[in-house]
């Protein structure tokens, strides 16, 4: 079996899935932008053959290079690069090359939050009330009907780019001097990120599931120029554990990656926010298999060679990552935070300048069964310096 890794070079965890694919007796082909000679050592380990095109935004190019490997090594059973950024590259080779898996036609329903809500009533859950605005017309009436606060995002957008919350009348009208069509507005929903996050095989079963919990939104860490931390919950929350699965059938999703987010209200009710049909973005699969004591990256190429998985264990211990930024004032320094977390602490590091918007400028990775003692740490290494 030969499956093809775009990318493979990036995130630098994602190699893994190629390693394993080939370990387990498959054959492992990438493009990227690299040429084979910049590749790393681990990275170059994991392929069979690669093929470097400079730039991953010729389509056409990649496509070429695709064929060509396919007639080089056999044909592809499949394509995957983890990452939102490529998924319609990815169905555009699927496309070309008869590939089973998503194929552009089908991204629409995996990319537009305004697609997403009618799988979220298929799946019996009722979305945030919302509406593709076409003009600044429809965001007054919107406006009009739900009253302030409400949210405008890109109907299709990866994380909280261009994410705003407009809670007045002056807020409003600053939103007029920049509004294009296509904004999808939301009533805005006080309350926790939760996820629920998994794995399904090629029958569609979920061999893992799992659920994060963010200490505050991602678009208000972007917005506010603030840091976050976010976990692994060591138990799925009763609620996501039984509405999370009726949205993997409502998709009939095979052979992929995915990642749910919702808001908990304060009242404690879910409202589903987005689906993501590819993992949680890096580090995150690291996070859970520390959780979990186990390897994702092996998992995945399991299922994909349509071993038996599981059943996987439980998480043991609340994974979480630690997120500071150079435009915070922090009380604590490195050497004190890194004395306080103690063998708490799996790595730490500075964190990719591509991220840092969301993820920080520096980061920590701390696993402890203990839920209170995981606040207290995260808690320390983001107190802020007070004069």
């Known amino acids: 079996m030969v499956w093809l890794f775009l990318s493979p070079d990036f995130p630098p965890n994602y190699h893994l899935f190629a390693w394993h694919f080939r370990e387990l007796g498959g054959t492992s082909v990438g493009i990227g932008g690299p040429s084979f000679q910049e590749l790393s050592l681990h990275v170059a380990q994991a392929l069979h053959r690669y ?14 290079a695709a064929r060509t490997l396919a007639h080089e090594v056999g044909p592809l059973a499949g394509v995957d690069s983890f990452n939102e950024y490529w998924l319609p590259l990815e169905a555009a080779i699927r496309e070309a090359l ?13 990319q537009q939050k305004s697609h997403m809500k009618a799988y979220f009533q298929k799946a019996g859950i009722d979305p945030i009330p919302g509406r593709v605005a076409e003009s600044f017309a429809d965001v007054e009436a919107f406006v009009q009907t739900y009253g302030f606060p409400v949210i405008a995002k890109p109907d299709k957008g990866v994380g909280a780019a261009s994410t705003q919350k407009i809670s007045t009348e002056e807020e409003l009208r600053r939103f007029q001097t920049t509004f294009r069509p296509g904004y ?36 208000e860490v972007v917005s506010q120029e603030t840091d976050i931390f976010y976990f692994v919950q060591r138990e799925i929350p009763a609620d996501l554990a039984e509405i999370g699965p009726r949205i993997v059938q409502a998709y009939g999703l095979t052979m992929r990656f995915f990642h749910f987010e919702f808001i908990r209200s304060s009242e404690g009710r879910l409202y589903p926010l987005e689906v993501n049909m590819r993992p949680p973005g890096y580090p995150t699969l690291d996070l859970f298999n520390f959780a979990h004591d186990i390897d994702l990256y092996r998992i995945w190429a399991q299922a994909v060679h349509g071993q038996s998985v599981g059943p996987l264990p439980k998480a043991a211990y609340y994974a979480c990552y630690i997120a500071r930024k150079n435009t915070i004032g922090y009380e604590h320094t490195q050497e004190m935070v890194l004395r306080r977390l103690g063998d708490r602490l799996l790595y730490h590091g500075p964190t990719n300048p591509l991220f840092r918007a969301a993820m920080g400028d520096y980061h920590y990775v701390i696993r402890t069964p203990d839920f209170t003692e995981m606040v207290e740490l995260a808690t320390y290494v983001q107190k802020r310096l007070t004069l």
Do not use: W
């Open 51 to 64: 093929v470097g095109v400079d730039d991953l935004h010729a389509t056409e190019a990649v496509i070429a």
């Open 184 to 219: 999808l507005l939301e009533k805005f929903i006080t309350g926790t990120i939760q996820t629920y996050d998994g794995l399904v095989d090629r029958e569609g079963r979920i061999v893992f599931a799992a659920s994060l919990e963010y200490s505050r939104g991602v678009a």
């Open 98 to 110: 008869d590939i089973p898996g998503p194929r552009p036609a089908d991204l629409p329903a995996f």
